[in-house]
């Protein structure tokens, strides 16, 4: 569950500070990236050295990074670069700070701009523990949903037992798996996804292809292997890294793509066609390059086939969502395509639009349902597939 997910671990002035460097590696071992915050207490425990080189990252403490040139730290966008944010070890003093909602750190700041579920580990002497400030304090942090991982009980650094161990780092990433285990809104849910463009062979050298570069279909691979689903990715030729826990087969042209996609239709749960499929290919394909001539060349074009026309023939129970990439008459050309297709949902994205559509990290859509046109604002690709994912579970 931890594979893929950005972890933002922040460290505290803790004697328990040491076990962090066993977090991360933890945390590492199960696919995941870290980025780590530390506090100024937490330096007197453990080094920026040692963390820095295990999480493979720089290690954030303050808000500027650069005194002489102005640089500085960005809190909000760390926030919500997570996926999840981890205090451990937490002192009596963070978790008071958590509480009171004071901004005067960067691990403050950060804990304040984060959306994502956080997770406070507490490390203190028994007393420290149980006592009412503390113990209220947690209460709070727990009614506000973050969630707390209690400390075991044993023998503590200043020679006394009881409650206050912070809890072991490989138990603390069982314990966070398990939470999204739970969460895990398409958990056994099959989805096969296209991506990218496909290329339609003139001669072995030209082809004729389009400007997809794929990312909104990988963005929406990455978004649904997060939530647990078993994920297939068919991909034209891309130049992006597969996301972790995705099945990838690469395609070339629009009858490749159709095998691939027909093949797998009848075992899975929800089909989305993010992939810009050639509508004609060449009807002939020339075995050597043509050569450069005096006369002019033509070359006749045929229909590719319609890949969602036809799955729409033995469509059952699987939810299918289009993608229209439109350049007039948007909403009724797209509106149509969904009716003509049988599909559950259409995709609109307009080139009329700016930053959305191909080669762009962002993109702005309409989501198309026989019911309704849902606009959406532009934002990133990766927030897009959040969006589509979120319609894909309202259907299943
Ligand atoms: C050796 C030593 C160990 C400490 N261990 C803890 C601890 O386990 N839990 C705790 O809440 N505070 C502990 N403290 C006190 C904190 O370091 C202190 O409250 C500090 O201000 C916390 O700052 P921070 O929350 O910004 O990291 C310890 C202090 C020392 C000197």
């Known amino acids: 569950m931890l594979s893929g997910k950005n972890v933002l671990l922040a460290i ?91 901004g005067n750190s960067f691990l403050l700041t950060t804990f304040l701009s984060c959306n994502a579920p956080v997770f406070v580990a507490p490390a203190m002497d028994l007393d420290m523990f149980k006592n009412k400030s503390t113990q209220s304090n947690i ?6 949903s973050v969630e707390i991982i209690e400390p075991t009980e044993g023998e503590l650094a200043s020679g006394l037992e009881g409650k206050g161990r912070m809890e072991e780092p490989d138990q603390i990433v069982t314990i966070i798996s398990e939470y999204f285990l739970n969460k895990a809104t398409l958990k056994n849910i099959n989805i096969l996804i296209s991506a990218g463009p496909t290329y339609e062979s003139i001669d ?105 026309k036809d799955l729409a023939k033995i469509k059952k129970k699987q939810v299918v969502v289009g993608f229209a990439l439109e350049t007039e008459n948007e909403l009724e050309n797209a509106r149509q395509k969904m009716k003509r297709k049988n599909l559950d949902a259409i995709i609109l994205n307009s080139l ?28 990133t690709k990766d927030l897009v597939a959040k969006d589509i994912l979120n319609f894909i579970e309202e259907c299943i």
């Open 204 to 308: 072995p050298v030209r082809f004729i292809g389009n400007h997809s570069s794929g990312k909104m279909g990988f963005a929406l691979a990455n978004e649904a292997q997060k939530r647990g689903a078993n994920v297939e990715l068919v991909s034209g030729p891309v130049n992006l890294e597969t996301p972790e826990n995705v099945i990838r087969t690469n395609v070339k042209s629009a009858q490749q793509m159709k095998k691939e996609i027909t093949d797998r239709f009848k075992n899975i749960d929800v089909l989305i066609m993010s992939a810009a499929v050639a509508d004609y290919k060449p009807v002939k394909e020339y075995d050597n390059k043509i050569k450069k001539q005096e006369a002019e060349l033509n070359i006749v074009l045929e229909k590719t086939p319609d890949i969602l």
């Open 12 to 102: 505290t002035g803790s004697i328990a500070a040491y076990k962090s460097a066993y977090l991360i590696r933890e945390f590492i071992k199960k696919g995941a990236q870290v980025k780590v915050i530390v506090t100024e207490a937490a330096l007197q425990f453990v080094t920026k050295v040692t963390l820095s080189t295990l999480s493979k990252n720089p290690v954030y403490k303050d808000f500027i990074k650069n005194e002489e040139t102005g640089q500085w730290n960005n809190h909000v966008d760390l926030g919500s670069w997570a996926d999840l944010m981890v205090i451990a070890p937490a002192t009596a003093n963070t978790i008071s700070d958590l509480v009171s909602g004071k």
């Open 139 to 144: 209460k709070i942090l727990s009614e506000r």
């Open 352 to 379: 009329s639009d700016n930053g959305a559509g191909f080669g762009y990290d962002t993109n702005k859509i309409t989501l198309i349902t026989p019911s309704e046109n849902r606009k959406f604002e532009l934002k």
